[in-house]
């Protein structure tokens, strides 16, 4: 059985209508940026990186910081 393509756009746009948020609120809310905070150690940025919600593949970035802390890139 196929499944019907969905027009993304007019999906959000009628969420947007039926919403008590305005529809830019909507759009913006689906927008994801870069961030970056700097975790103590590598098991505090492990255990940021994986609360809800957890970022998928290529979401999140590790570099080693200064004196020993844990830089973190992460794309929400």
Request: glycine share 6%; charged share 10%; no cysteine.
């Amino acid at each position: 059985m196929a499944v019907a393509p969905v027009d993304v756009k007019r999906e959000i746009l009628h969420t947007a209508a039926h919403s008590v948020l305005t529809p830019g609120a909507v759009l913006l809310a689906q927008v994801k940026t870069w961030h970056h905070i700097n975790e103590p150690n590598a098991a505090a940025a492990i255990a940021f990186i994986n609360r809800a919600p957890a970022q998928g593949a290529g979401e999140a970035s590790f570099t080693n910081g200064a004196n020993g802390t844990v830089d973190v890139y992460y794309f929400l």
